[in-house]
């Protein structure tokens, strides 16, 4: 059950990126975490 479930998952997040979404989500997240390393 649980293969089933990270698939559904997995396959959920594939569409999210292809729509953008999950690109957007991770590039503010990554750009948070470079201006609290760099103390900006």
Do not use: P
């Not at 089933?4 to 590039?27: I, N, P």
Request: charged share 35%.
């Amino acid at each position: 059950m649980k293969e089933a479930a990270w698939a559904d998952v997995a396959e959920r997040r594939l569409e999210e990126l292809r729509s953008g979404k999950v690109v957007g989500v991770t590039a503010e997240g990554s750009l948070a975490k470079a201006w609290r390393r760099f103390g900006l």
